[in-house]
Protein backbone atom coordinates (compact mmCIF):
# COMPACT_ATOMS: atom_id res chain seq x y z
CA UNK A 1 0.00 0.00 0.00
CA UNK A 2 1.42 3.78 -0.30
CA UNK A 3 1.63 5.51 2.91
CA UNK A 4 2.29 8.43 4.44
CA UNK A 5 3.85 9.18 7.86
CA UNK A 6 3.63 12.90 9.00
CA UNK A 7 6.48 13.24 11.53
CA UNK A 8 9.99 11.42 11.97
CA UNK A 9 9.91 12.12 15.54
CA UNK A 10 10.51 8.03 17.55
CA UNK A 11 7.09 7.24 16.61
CA UNK A 12 6.66 8.40 13.18
CA UNK A 13 10.22 7.01 12.09
CA UNK A 14 9.78 3.27 13.44
CA UNK A 15 6.40 3.49 11.96
CA UNK A 16 7.11 4.54 8.89
CA UNK A 17 10.63 2.17 8.59
CA UNK A 18 8.19 -1.02 10.17
CA UNK A 19 5.62 -0.36 7.37
CA UNK A 20 8.36 -0.10 4.37
CA UNK A 21 9.67 -3.55 6.02
CA UNK A 22 7.00 -5.07 5.18
CA UNK A 23 6.47 -4.52 1.81
CA UNK A 24 4.71 -0.92 1.62
CA UNK A 25 5.48 1.84 0.08
CA UNK A 26 5.95 4.60 2.57
CA UNK A 27 6.70 8.43 2.63
CA UNK A 28 7.95 9.71 5.41
CA UNK A 29 7.53 13.75 6.41
CA UNK A 30 8.58 16.34 8.39
CA UNK A 31 8.78 19.79 8.26
CA UNK A 32 12.03 19.90 9.86
CA UNK A 33 14.07 20.57 6.73
CA UNK A 34 17.16 19.49 8.30
CA UNK A 35 16.30 16.67 9.32
CA UNK A 36 14.50 15.23 6.25
CA UNK A 37 18.17 16.11 4.69
CA UNK A 38 20.02 14.23 7.48
CA UNK A 39 17.76 11.42 6.87
CA UNK A 40 18.21 11.40 2.98
CA UNK A 41 22.07 11.19 3.71
CA UNK A 42 21.98 7.80 5.58
CA UNK A 43 21.91 9.96 9.21
CA UNK A 44 19.74 9.17 12.38
CA UNK A 45 18.50 11.62 14.16
CA UNK A 46 17.60 9.22 17.11
CA UNK A 47 19.20 5.37 18.60
CA UNK A 48 16.92 2.76 18.67
CA UNK A 49 18.22 -0.57 17.86
CA UNK A 50 17.55 -2.24 14.80
CA UNK A 51 16.13 1.11 12.95
CA UNK A 52 19.55 2.09 11.66
CA UNK A 53 19.66 -0.83 9.35
CA UNK A 54 16.41 -1.24 8.57
CA UNK A 55 15.98 2.69 7.17
CA UNK A 56 18.83 1.65 4.96
CA UNK A 57 17.65 -1.31 3.84
CA UNK A 58 14.35 0.15 2.94
CA UNK A 59 15.41 3.18 1.26
CA UNK A 60 17.81 1.21 -0.74
CA UNK A 61 14.57 -0.87 -1.66
CA UNK A 62 13.16 2.30 -2.91
CA UNK A 63 10.23 1.55 -0.14
CA UNK A 64 10.92 4.71 2.34
CA UNK A 65 11.65 8.02 1.14
CA UNK A 66 11.92 11.35 3.26
CA UNK A 67 10.43 14.84 2.26
CA UNK A 68 9.96 18.17 4.04
CA UNK A 69 6.78 18.73 1.57
CA UNK A 70 2.60 17.90 2.86
CA UNK A 71 1.54 17.84 -0.34
CA UNK A 72 3.93 15.21 -1.98
CA UNK A 73 2.92 12.83 1.18
CA UNK A 74 -0.65 13.56 0.62
CA UNK A 75 -0.49 13.66 -2.66
CA UNK A 76 0.94 10.04 -3.11
CA UNK A 77 -0.12 7.95 -0.67
CA UNK A 78 -4.11 6.42 -0.11
CA UNK A 79 -3.35 6.48 4.08
CA UNK A 80 -1.98 9.23 5.86
CA UNK A 81 -0.23 8.50 9.35
CA UNK A 82 -0.19 11.57 11.71
CA UNK A 83 2.69 10.77 13.99
CA UNK A 84 3.58 14.53 15.43
CA UNK A 85 4.41 15.44 19.20
CA UNK A 86 1.61 16.18 21.41
CA UNK A 87 3.46 17.74 24.57
CA UNK A 88 1.87 18.96 27.85
CA UNK A 89 0.64 22.80 28.54
CA UNK A 90 2.30 23.70 32.23
CA UNK A 91 -1.31 22.43 33.72
CA UNK A 92 -0.91 18.98 32.35
CA UNK A 93 -3.34 19.44 29.40
CA UNK A 94 -2.26 18.06 26.32
CA UNK A 95 -0.98 20.95 23.17
CA UNK A 96 -2.53 19.82 20.33
CA UNK A 97 -1.58 22.71 17.96
CA UNK A 98 0.99 20.22 15.85
CA UNK A 99 -1.83 17.99 15.47
CA UNK A 100 -4.44 20.91 14.53
CA UNK A 101 -1.87 22.09 11.84
CA UNK A 102 -1.13 18.94 10.19
CA UNK A 103 -4.94 18.18 9.88
CA UNK A 104 -4.92 21.39 8.46
CA UNK A 105 -2.31 20.97 5.88
CA UNK A 106 -3.45 17.56 4.67
CA UNK A 107 -7.05 19.01 4.21
CA UNK A 108 -5.49 21.64 2.46
CA UNK A 109 -3.23 19.06 -0.28
CA UNK A 110 -6.09 16.35 -0.41
CA UNK A 111 -7.99 16.34 -4.13
CA UNK A 112 -9.35 12.05 -3.33
CA UNK A 113 -10.47 10.36 -1.09
CA UNK A 114 -8.12 9.60 1.79
CA UNK A 115 -7.85 7.86 5.19
CA UNK A 116 -6.28 9.85 7.83
CA UNK A 117 -5.08 8.02 11.06
CA UNK A 118 -4.03 9.63 13.99
CA UNK A 119 -1.29 7.27 15.97
CA UNK A 120 -0.43 10.65 18.18
CA UNK A 121 -1.22 10.00 21.82
CA UNK A 122 -4.57 12.26 21.95
CA UNK A 123 -7.37 12.61 24.81
CA UNK A 124 -10.60 11.50 23.96
CA UNK A 125 -12.71 13.23 21.14
CA UNK A 126 -9.75 14.29 18.90
CA UNK A 127 -10.80 12.42 16.14
CA UNK A 128 -13.92 14.51 16.28
CA UNK A 129 -11.91 17.26 16.35
CA UNK A 130 -9.43 16.09 13.61
CA UNK A 131 -12.86 15.40 11.12
CA UNK A 132 -14.46 18.70 11.91
CA UNK A 133 -10.61 20.43 10.84
CA UNK A 134 -10.34 18.48 7.74
CA UNK A 135 -14.05 19.18 6.62
CA UNK A 136 -13.64 22.82 7.14
CA UNK A 137 -10.33 23.10 5.39
CA UNK A 138 -10.79 21.12 2.36
CA UNK A 139 -10.47 23.18 -0.81
CA UNK A 140 -11.59 20.29 -2.96
CA UNK A 141 -14.51 18.69 -0.43
CA UNK A 142 -13.86 15.40 -1.40
CA UNK A 143 -14.16 12.11 1.32
CA UNK A 144 -12.51 11.22 3.82
CA UNK A 145 -12.15 8.98 6.93
CA UNK A 146 -10.72 9.50 10.56
CA UNK A 147 -9.20 7.17 12.02
CA UNK A 148 -7.72 6.46 15.51
CA UNK A 149 -4.94 3.99 15.54
CA UNK A 150 -2.52 4.60 18.62
CA UNK A 151 1.03 3.05 19.16
CA UNK A 152 1.98 1.22 21.97
CA UNK A 153 5.96 1.32 21.38
CA UNK A 154 8.26 1.31 24.11
CA UNK A 155 11.42 3.35 23.25
CA UNK A 156 14.71 1.17 23.16
CA UNK A 157 12.68 -1.97 21.61
CA UNK A 158 10.03 -0.20 19.39
CA UNK A 159 11.06 -2.12 16.20
CA UNK A 160 10.07 -5.47 18.19
CA UNK A 161 7.00 -3.99 19.32
CA UNK A 162 5.96 -2.48 15.78
CA UNK A 163 6.87 -6.14 14.21
CA UNK A 164 5.21 -7.97 16.50
CA UNK A 165 2.45 -6.05 18.25
CA UNK A 166 -0.02 -7.52 21.20
CA UNK A 167 -2.73 -6.10 19.44
CA UNK A 168 -3.78 -3.62 16.88
CA UNK A 169 -6.33 -0.97 17.68
CA UNK A 170 -8.50 0.63 14.93
CA UNK A 171 -10.77 3.60 15.73
CA UNK A 172 -13.64 3.94 13.26
CA UNK A 173 -16.43 6.54 12.18
CA UNK A 174 -17.60 4.12 9.50
CA UNK A 175 -16.36 0.69 8.06
CA UNK A 176 -14.80 2.48 4.71
CA UNK A 177 -11.34 2.41 5.72
CA UNK A 178 -11.82 -0.83 8.02
CA UNK A 179 -10.44 -3.04 4.91
CA UNK A 180 -7.30 -0.77 4.10
CA UNK A 181 -6.65 -0.36 7.97
CA UNK A 182 -6.33 -4.47 8.24
CA UNK A 183 -4.50 -4.87 4.75
CA UNK A 184 -2.18 -2.26 6.14
CA UNK A 185 -1.42 -3.99 9.52
CA UNK A 186 -2.00 -7.15 7.47
CA UNK A 187 1.64 -8.37 7.21
CA UNK A 188 2.38 -8.36 11.11
CA UNK A 189 -0.46 -11.18 11.81
CA UNK A 190 -1.37 -9.58 14.95
CA UNK A 191 -5.19 -9.27 16.62
CA UNK A 192 -7.21 -6.45 15.24
CA UNK A 193 -9.68 -4.59 17.54
CA UNK A 194 -12.30 -2.46 15.63
CA UNK A 195 -13.72 -0.19 17.81
CA UNK A 196 -14.97 3.72 17.95
CA UNK A 197 -12.75 6.55 17.88
CA UNK A 198 -13.82 7.45 21.41
CA UNK A 199 -12.64 4.15 22.95
CA UNK A 200 -9.25 3.37 20.57
CA UNK A 201 -8.35 7.14 22.26
CA UNK A 202 -9.01 6.56 25.50
CA UNK A 203 -7.76 2.54 25.51
CA UNK A 204 -4.26 4.35 25.11
CA UNK A 205 -4.21 6.86 27.51
CA UNK A 206 -6.08 4.06 29.94
CA UNK A 207 -3.01 1.49 28.98
CA UNK A 208 -0.60 3.88 29.53
CA UNK A 209 -1.55 5.16 33.28
CA UNK A 210 -2.20 1.13 34.02
CA UNK A 211 1.37 0.37 33.69
CA UNK A 212 2.18 3.49 35.22
CA UNK A 213 -0.20 2.20 38.55
CA UNK A 214 1.75 -1.15 38.39
CA UNK A 215 4.90 0.45 38.46
CA UNK A 216 3.72 2.71 41.78
CA UNK A 217 1.98 -0.22 42.90
CA UNK A 218 5.21 -2.31 43.64
CA UNK A 219 7.06 0.96 44.44
CA UNK A 220 4.28 1.49 47.40
CA UNK A 221 5.29 -2.29 48.11
CA UNK A 222 9.10 -1.35 48.16
CA UNK A 223 8.77 1.00 51.13
CA UNK A 224 6.82 -1.77 53.10
CA UNK A 225 9.84 -3.93 51.88
CA UNK A 226 12.05 -1.94 53.36
CA UNK A 227 10.40 -1.44 56.51
CA UNK A 228 9.43 -5.07 57.09
CA UNK A 229 13.39 -6.40 55.92
CA UNK A 230 11.54 -8.42 53.00
CA UNK A 231 12.60 -8.43 49.48
CA UNK A 232 10.46 -6.61 46.84
CA UNK A 233 11.82 -8.86 43.70
CA UNK A 234 10.33 -12.01 45.69
CA UNK A 235 7.31 -10.70 46.31
CA UNK A 236 7.23 -8.86 42.65
CA UNK A 237 8.11 -12.96 41.43
CA UNK A 238 5.09 -13.91 43.63
CA UNK A 239 2.79 -11.77 42.51
CA UNK A 240 3.81 -12.28 38.89
CA UNK A 241 3.06 -15.54 38.71
CA UNK A 242 -0.50 -15.05 38.73
CA UNK A 243 -1.33 -14.56 35.21
CA UNK A 244 -3.75 -11.96 35.77
CA UNK A 245 -1.07 -10.00 37.20
CA UNK A 246 1.84 -10.91 35.40
CA UNK A 247 5.66 -10.29 36.33
CA UNK A 248 5.96 -7.26 33.56
CA UNK A 249 6.48 -3.76 34.94
CA UNK A 250 6.49 -5.06 38.84
CA UNK A 251 10.55 -3.74 38.83
CA UNK A 252 10.62 -1.53 41.93
CA UNK A 253 13.11 1.36 40.90
CA UNK A 254 13.95 5.24 41.71
CA UNK A 255 10.61 6.04 39.88
CA UNK A 256 9.12 6.07 36.12
CA UNK A 257 9.88 8.70 33.93
CA UNK A 258 10.34 9.37 30.15
CA UNK A 259 8.05 11.03 27.18
CA UNK A 260 4.89 9.35 27.97
CA UNK A 261 3.83 7.92 31.36
CA UNK A 262 4.31 11.48 33.33
CA UNK A 263 2.67 13.05 30.65
CA UNK A 264 -0.04 10.42 29.86
CA UNK A 265 -0.93 10.53 33.24
CA UNK A 266 -1.39 14.47 33.62
CA UNK A 267 -3.17 14.08 30.61
CA UNK A 268 -5.71 11.94 31.63
CA UNK A 269 -6.01 13.38 35.09
CA UNK A 270 -7.08 16.53 32.92
CA UNK A 271 -9.08 14.97 30.33
CA UNK A 272 -11.23 13.22 33.24
CA UNK A 273 -11.55 16.36 35.04
CA UNK A 274 -12.87 17.44 31.97
CA UNK A 275 -15.25 14.96 31.70
CA UNK A 276 -16.11 15.82 35.34
CA UNK A 277 -14.54 12.94 36.98
CA UNK A 278 -11.65 12.73 39.58
CA UNK A 279 -8.98 10.47 38.91
CA UNK A 280 -7.69 10.48 42.62
CA UNK A 281 -5.96 6.97 42.01
CA UNK A 282 -4.06 8.59 39.33
CA UNK A 283 -2.97 11.48 41.26
CA UNK A 284 -1.57 8.83 44.05
CA UNK A 285 0.36 7.10 41.10
CA UNK A 286 1.81 10.59 40.41
CA UNK A 287 2.70 10.92 44.32
CA UNK A 288 4.15 7.72 44.88
CA UNK A 289 6.57 8.29 41.68
CA UNK A 290 7.56 11.62 42.88
CA UNK A 291 8.03 9.92 46.72
CA UNK A 292 10.28 7.03 45.06
CA UNK A 293 12.85 9.50 43.76
CA UNK A 294 12.78 11.88 47.42
CA UNK A 295 13.40 8.29 49.19
CA UNK A 296 16.23 7.71 47.23
CA UNK A 297 18.18 11.26 47.52
CA UNK A 298 17.18 10.59 51.26
CA UNK A 299 18.66 7.10 51.80
CA UNK A 300 21.86 9.00 49.74
CA UNK A 301 22.16 11.88 52.32
CA UNK A 302 21.42 9.52 55.16
CA UNK A 303 24.21 7.56 54.44
CA UNK A 304 26.91 10.39 53.34
CA UNK A 305 25.09 13.06 55.54
CA UNK A 306 26.53 16.35 53.73
CA UNK A 307 27.55 16.06 50.25
CA UNK A 308 28.92 19.29 49.86
CA UNK A 309 32.90 18.50 48.86
CA UNK A 310 31.89 15.26 48.08
CA UNK A 311 32.33 12.88 44.31
CA UNK A 312 29.49 11.08 43.46
CA UNK A 313 29.26 8.74 40.26
CA UNK A 314 26.79 8.10 38.52
CA UNK A 315 25.75 5.38 35.86
CA UNK A 316 23.01 6.01 33.48
CA UNK A 317 21.67 8.94 32.31
CA UNK A 318 18.73 7.96 30.35
CA UNK A 319 15.38 7.51 31.28
CA UNK A 320 15.64 3.63 30.88
CA UNK A 321 17.44 1.16 28.90
CA UNK A 322 18.74 0.86 25.57
CA UNK A 323 17.71 4.27 24.49
CA UNK A 324 19.35 8.05 24.08
CA UNK A 325 16.30 9.56 25.63
CA UNK A 326 16.91 12.01 28.17
CA UNK A 327 13.77 13.36 28.34
CA UNK A 328 11.76 13.55 31.64
CA UNK A 329 14.65 11.09 32.80
CA UNK A 330 14.51 10.23 36.66
CA UNK A 331 18.20 9.68 36.32
CA UNK A 332 19.30 13.59 35.03
CA UNK A 333 16.05 14.69 37.90
CA UNK A 334 18.66 12.29 40.40
CA UNK A 335 21.85 13.87 39.01
CA UNK A 336 20.51 17.80 39.07
CA UNK A 337 19.52 17.28 42.68
CA UNK A 338 22.81 15.94 43.62
CA UNK A 339 24.31 19.39 42.21
CA UNK A 340 22.20 20.86 44.45
CA UNK A 341 23.24 19.36 47.66
CA UNK A 342 27.04 20.30 46.42
CA UNK A 343 27.89 17.38 45.22
CA UNK A 344 30.84 17.06 42.24
CA UNK A 345 29.53 14.43 39.85
CA UNK A 346 31.36 12.21 36.93
CA UNK A 347 28.46 10.15 34.87
CA UNK A 348 28.31 8.02 31.85
CA UNK A 349 25.73 6.38 30.04
CA UNK A 350 26.25 3.94 27.22
CA UNK A 351 23.92 6.34 24.86
CA UNK A 352 22.43 9.16 26.21
CA UNK A 353 26.05 11.06 26.85
CA UNK A 354 25.69 13.67 23.66
CA UNK A 355 21.65 14.40 24.62
CA UNK A 356 22.34 14.48 28.51
CA UNK A 357 25.12 17.40 27.54
CA UNK A 358 22.14 20.20 26.65
CA UNK A 359 20.27 19.83 30.23
CA UNK A 360 22.98 18.24 32.43
CA UNK A 361 25.92 20.84 32.70
CA UNK A 362 28.99 21.15 35.38
CA UNK A 363 29.41 17.22 35.66
CA UNK A 364 32.33 14.92 34.18
CA UNK A 365 31.29 12.96 31.21
CA UNK A 366 33.27 9.51 31.71
CA UNK A 367 33.62 7.86 28.58
CA UNK A 368 34.34 4.26 30.07
CA UNK A 369 31.74 2.74 32.51
CA UNK A 370 34.88 1.26 34.98
CA UNK A 371 36.65 4.54 34.63
CA UNK A 372 33.22 6.29 36.81
CA UNK A 373 34.32 5.30 40.71
CA UNK A 374 37.49 6.77 40.33
CA UNK A 375 37.88 9.43 43.31
CA UNK A 376 34.70 8.90 44.22
CA UNK A 377 32.61 9.00 47.42
CA UNK A 378 30.23 6.35 46.22
CA UNK A 379 28.69 5.10 43.00
CA UNK A 380 25.30 5.49 42.14
CA UNK A 381 23.13 3.44 39.19
CA UNK A 382 20.38 5.19 37.84
CA UNK A 383 19.10 3.30 35.02
CA UNK A 384 18.86 -0.57 34.24
CA UNK A 385 20.92 -0.39 30.74
CA UNK A 386 21.99 -4.68 31.07
CA UNK A 387 25.76 -4.15 30.54
CA UNK A 388 26.15 -2.37 34.12
CA UNK A 389 25.55 -5.39 35.68
CA UNK A 390 28.93 -6.49 33.95
CA UNK A 391 30.46 -3.52 35.76
CA UNK A 392 34.20 -4.38 37.30
CA UNK A 393 33.14 -4.12 40.77
CA UNK A 394 36.78 -5.27 42.48
CA UNK A 395 37.63 -2.26 40.08
CA UNK A 396 35.06 0.19 41.43
CA UNK A 397 35.72 -0.71 45.05
CA UNK A 398 39.13 0.01 44.56
CA UNK A 399 38.49 3.05 43.05
CA UNK A 400 36.08 4.24 45.44
CA UNK A 401 37.03 6.16 48.77
CA UNK A 402 34.76 4.12 50.28
CA UNK A 403 32.77 1.07 49.07
CA UNK A 404 29.38 2.62 48.96
CA UNK A 405 26.48 1.78 46.14
CA UNK A 406 23.20 3.34 45.73
CA UNK A 407 21.30 0.88 43.18
CA UNK A 408 18.18 2.69 41.85
CA UNK A 409 17.52 -0.41 39.81
CA UNK A 410 18.38 -3.16 41.88
CA UNK A 411 20.88 -4.43 39.51
CA UNK A 412 23.30 -6.83 42.17
CA UNK A 413 22.30 -9.19 44.82
CA UNK A 414 23.05 -7.12 47.91
CA UNK A 415 24.38 -10.96 49.68
CA UNK A 416 27.06 -10.87 46.94
CA UNK A 417 27.50 -6.60 47.28
CA UNK A 418 28.29 -7.20 50.91
CA UNK A 419 30.37 -10.33 50.30
CA UNK A 420 32.43 -8.13 47.88
CA UNK A 421 32.92 -5.87 50.72
CA UNK A 422 30.16 -3.10 49.60
CA UNK A 423 27.87 -1.25 51.75
CA UNK A 424 24.73 -1.80 49.08
CA UNK A 425 22.12 0.10 49.49
CA UNK A 426 19.02 -0.66 46.59
CA UNK A 427 15.17 -0.87 46.61
CA UNK A 428 13.23 -2.42 48.63
CA UNK A 429 15.37 -5.08 49.72
CA UNK A 430 15.76 -6.02 53.06
CA UNK A 431 16.27 -2.76 55.72
CA UNK A 432 17.54 0.29 53.65
C1 LIG B 1 5.75 3.55 27.36
C2 LIG B 1 4.81 2.36 27.12
O1 LIG B 1 5.38 1.16 27.64
C3 LIG B 1 4.50 2.23 25.65
O2 LIG B 1 3.58 1.17 25.42
C4 LIG B 1 3.90 3.57 25.22
O3 LIG B 1 3.24 3.60 24.06
C5 LIG B 1 4.93 4.67 25.41
O4 LIG B 1 5.21 4.73 26.80
P1 LIG B 1 8.37 4.00 27.19
O5 LIG B 1 8.06 5.34 27.81
O6 LIG B 1 9.24 3.96 25.98
O7 LIG B 1 7.01 3.27 26.77
O8 LIG B 1 9.08 3.12 28.30
P2 LIG B 1 8.72 1.93 29.29
O9 LIG B 1 9.52 0.76 28.95
O10 LIG B 1 7.26 1.74 29.39
O11 LIG B 1 9.29 2.54 30.67
C6 LIG B 1 8.79 3.75 31.23
C7 LIG B 1 9.47 4.07 32.53
O12 LIG B 1 9.09 3.16 33.56
C8 LIG B 1 11.00 4.02 32.50
O13 LIG B 1 11.53 5.11 33.24
C9 LIG B 1 11.33 2.70 33.16
O14 LIG B 1 12.61 2.67 33.72
C10 LIG B 1 10.23 2.63 34.21
N1 LIG B 1 9.91 1.26 34.65
C11 LIG B 1 9.42 0.35 33.77
C12 LIG B 1 10.08 0.91 35.98
O15 LIG B 1 10.51 1.74 36.81
N2 LIG B 1 9.72 -0.35 36.39
C13 LIG B 1 9.22 -1.28 35.54
O16 LIG B 1 8.91 -2.39 35.98
C14 LIG B 1 9.05 -0.93 34.17
Known sequence: MKLTIIGTGYVGLVTGTCFAEAGHHVICVDKDAEKVKMLKAGGMPIYEPGLEELVKKNVAAGRLSFTSSTDEGVANSDVIFIAVPTPAHADGSVDLS????????IAGAMTAYKIVVDKSTVPVKTGEKVAETIKRYCKAKVDFDVVSNPEFLREGFAVDDFMKPDR????????????AMQEVYAPYKAPIIVTDINSAEL???AANSFLALKISYINAISILCERSGANVQEVANGMGMDV??????????????????PKDLSAFIQISETLGYD?????EVQRINADQMDRFVKKILETLWVLKGKKLG???????????????SPAIDLCQRLQKEGAALRVYDPQAMEKAKAVLKNVTYVEDMNAVAEGCDALIIATEWPEFKKLDLEKARKALTHPILFDGRNLFDPAEMEKLGFLYKSIGRGKA
Do not use: Y
Request: net charge positive; proline share 2%.
Open 168 to 179: VVIGVTSQRPVK
Open 98 to 105: FIESVSRE
Open 244 to 261: RIGRKFLDASLGFGGSCF
Open 203 to 205: IKH
Open 314 to 328: VLGLAFKQNTDDVRM
Open 279 to 283: FNLLK
